[in-house]
């Protein structure tokens, strides 16, 4: 299986800062890499696909950059419903496996 | 825009097969634009990918699980499913279905809101 590695685990940032979460593949996956945000007792939405490309609907201040084995979420500037999980998921090969989240708080 | 809604027992006894219900509305399960995938999430911890089902019949299984799951889909009824057998406490999970996109890098774009099993005795 590919492991993936996010850091931090967890990160606590004002309104309006930039946020950057880190995802480590443990082989090269192309662009095959999705964020995902997760609020409690939710289930995940969908922000990034293809590594780089804004699902419809996610705020712009939303944005992934990245190919191979290292990749980036960033949040230009953090707005208070931004406070969630983050994870990260390589869907190069199966099984799909995700990183182990990013809690973000404010 | 589509809908996932799982459904099935929230209890099931050790040893015995954890068996969940994917009900798909807005959109044909017939597509074979997608995959149609469960995930699953034990309470406080990460994303775990069980396995997918095409309209084709292929599936993927995770190799952790893959001598005890089985995940099948009724064209008929517009649903998909999953078995899991000999479950232990190690199942207990949020366990969530979804919607892959065959192309797209493969996104898993839709998600049902999930459904809490629980194993135990």
């Known amino acids: 299986d590919i492991q993936m590695t996010q850091s931090p685990s967890s990160l606590s940032a004002s309104i309006g800062d930039r946020v950057t979460i880190t995802c480590r593949a443990s082989?090269?996956?192309?662009?095959?890499l999705t964020w995902y945000q997760q609020k409690p007792g939710k289930a995940p939405d969908l922000l990034i696909y293809?590594?780089?490309t804004l699902q419809s609907g996610v705020p712009s201040r939303f944005g992934g950059s990245g190919s191979g084995a290292e990749f980036t979420l960033t949040i230009s500037s953090l707005q208070p419903e931004d406070v969630a999980t983050y994870y990260c998921?390589?869907?190069?090969?199966?099984?799909?496996?995700f990183g182990q989240g990013t809690k973000v708080e404010i | 825009q589509v809908l996932l809604q799982e459904s099935g027992p929230g209890l099931v006894k050790p040893s015995q097969t954890l068996s969940l219900t994917c009900t798909v509305s807005?959109?044909?399960?017939?597509?074979?634009?997608?995959?149609w995938t469960w995930i699953r999430q034990p309470a406080g911890k990460g994303l775990e990918w069980v396995g997918r089902?095409?309209?084709?019949?292929?599936?993927n299984y995770n190799p952790s699980l893959k001598s005890r799951v089985t995940i099948s889909l009724d064209a008929s009824k517009n649903q998909f499913s999953l078995n899991l057998t000999s479950v232990t406490a190690a199942d207990t999970a949020v366990y969530y279905c979804?919607?892959?996109?065959?192309?797209?890098?493969?996104?898993?774009?839709?998600w049902g809101q999930g459904t809490l099993v629980t194993v135990s005795s």
């Open positions: 082989q090269g996956i192309g662009t095959y």
């Open positions: 998921q390589q869907t190069y090969n199966t099984p799909g496996t």
């Open positions: 293809a590594a780089s």
């Open positions: 089902v095409h309209t084709s019949g292929n599936t």
């Open positions: 807005g959109g044909s399960i017939s597509s074979g634009s997608f995959y």
């Open positions: 979804a919607r892959t996109m065959a192309t797209a890098g493969l996104t898993t774009d839709c």
